[in-house]
């Protein structure tokens, strides 16, 4: 809808169609606040939804929610709708098209997946069918997974007064952090009151009269009233693989900087595409919402008839559980070994305000580091006291290719309710210049 509205933006009713095909119940709503609507943070559905269908509408453009687009027929220039309210098929014609299908919830092929009571949160329908289906006779969640949304409905699921366990196979959650950090986050959560698998697998979900009751694994039986997948998304591009349109090793569509498929007028954006990871130089799948707005106004503006183009990412992202917040940017030590990269780390504690300020707490920050270079590649943090924004002037340090001892200098905010004389940011980019410095 940000590619539409973008285009409707530059170009009249007169002078360009819009037509719009949308499978479930609403549209230009924030899938980010799903976990915050389970828990009760968010008052209702409605508070997630940006635009209304009605309101699309009234800016000329044809919206068409519970239609399905079933086919794409690049050779007549055609999509293959149906409408699931009744079922009636139809085709609309496209001079520009706009693929933006996102992402679906991975769900293994695993015994008793698709029963009643197992849950992917992927869209606002799925979040109404999952508060639809909470009762409070229920009293166990298992949450499959310790990702973002793993962590994330963990939490909402304790906070609607569920006992919640979560299985990961991984040897700590957060896998998007390196070990040693998602390892401060294992403790928050179980100190949350959350139980924590690691390193263990899902074999099945056992089904009794027709619904979930617990989650098997290798190392044991799970009860559960409610199971939730937090395994992540892949992209959804089975419609664009169909009509032949090339695929990443993602699975996602591959674009150009434009965010073209094809130089025909083919165009895909959000969780369905592959970006550049500006710090690797490698494409990758990466699915938030910001990317996707960006995408979306990339692809408005140059349906338009103006100019725009959508250069990459460096990977940042932010969570928390409970008051523990959590930021990452750029590549873990994996990533870098696997790019190529010879790599320094250094890990501090600082605290978030100055240590004699009230309501001073601690936070821990890791830097990872080019060792010939000095190149930053990435940053890790997990703490309180806004731990988690601090991670935005690493995602800016790296998208400008600075070095740890360039950040050194930063002139970054200063007074005691807000940081230390030196931020944690700058502590932490000391120390590894440091190390660079010195060879290790």
């Given at each position: ?325 959590i930021g990452r940017t750029g590549l873990r030590e994996k990533d870098a070994a696997a790019a190529g990269y010879e790599f320094t780390t250094a890990t501090i504690e600082s605290t978030g305000r100055a240590g004699y300020y009230p309501g001073a707490r601690s ?6 580091a080019e060792r010939s270079t000095g190149r930053l590649l990435g940053v890790q943090i997990v703490g309180r006291d806004g731990a988690a924004k601090r991670i935005d002037t690493a995602a800016v340090a790296l998208t400008h290719r600075m070095t740890v001892e ?35």
């Amino acid at each position: 809808m940000s590619a539409a509205s973008q285009a409707r933006r530059r170009r009249g009713e007169d002078d360009l169609e819009i037509v719009v095909v949308e499978r479930g119940r609403y549209s230009s709503y924030s899938a980010c606040g799903i976990p915050y609507l389970v828990s009760g943070d968010v008052d209702g559905p409605d508070a997630l939804i940006a635009r209304s269908p009605e309101e699309h509408r009234k800016r000329g453009i044809d919206l068409r929610m519970g239609t399905e687009a079933e086919g794409i027929d690049l050779d007549r220039r055609e999509i293959a709708i149906r409408d699931l309210a009744t079922g009636r098929a139809d085709r609309v014609g496209f001079d520009q098209l706009v693929i933006a299908t996102g992402a679906v919830p991975i769900r293994p092929p695993l015994p008793g997946i698709d029963a009643p009571g197992v849950y992917g949160v992927q869209t606002l329908d799925d979040a109404r069918e999952l508060l639809d289906w909470l009762a409070p006779r229920h009293r166990k969640a298992v949450v499959i997974g310790g990702g973002y949304i793993g962590i994330e409905m963990a939490e909402a699921m304790v906070r609607k007064g569920l006992e919640v366990t979560v299985v990961d196979r991984s040897a700590q959650p957060m896998s998007t952090l390196d070990p040693d950090m998602g390892a401060l986050v294992h403790e928050a959560m179980e100190g949350l009151g959350i139980d924590v698998v690691t390193e263990t697998e899902v074999v099945a979900i056992e089904v009794v009269d027709g619904r979930a009751s617990a989650v098997l694994t290798a190392d044991g039986r799970f009860p559960a009233d409610i199971v939730v997948l937090g395994l992540g998304v892949r992209p959804n591009t089975a419609l664009a693989r169909a009509a032949g349109l090339p695929l990443g090793d993602s699975g996602g569509l591959v674009t150009d900087l434009r965010m073209r498929v094809t130089p025909d007028g083919v165009w895909a954006g959000g969780d369905c595409v592959e970006v550049l990871d500006l710090v690797s130089g490698r494409r990758r799948h990466v699915a938030l919402g910001t990317h996707a707005n960006k995408h979306g106004r990339v692809i408005g503006t140059n349906i338009g008839g103006d100019y725009a183009t959508f250069p990459g990412v460096v990977g940042t992202a932010v969570s928390k559980v409970c008051d523990l917040e959590i930021g990452r940017t750029g590549l873990r030590e994996k990533d870098a070994a696997a790019a190529g990269y010879e790599f320094t780390t250094a890990t501090i504690e600082s605290t978030g305000r100055a240590g004699y300020y009230p309501g001073a707490r601690s936070m821990k920050v890791k830097m990872i580091a080019e060792r010939s270079t000095g190149r930053l590649l990435g940053v890790q943090i997990v703490g309180r006291d806004g731990a988690a924004k601090r991670i935005d002037t690493a995602a800016v340090a790296l998208t400008h290719r600075m070095t740890v001892e360039e950040m050194t200098a930063l002139d970054l905010g200063y007074a005691p309710p807000f940081s230390p004389v030196w931020d944690p940011i700058l502590v932490a980019a000391r120390k590894a210049a440091q190390k660079v410095a010195e060879g290790h």
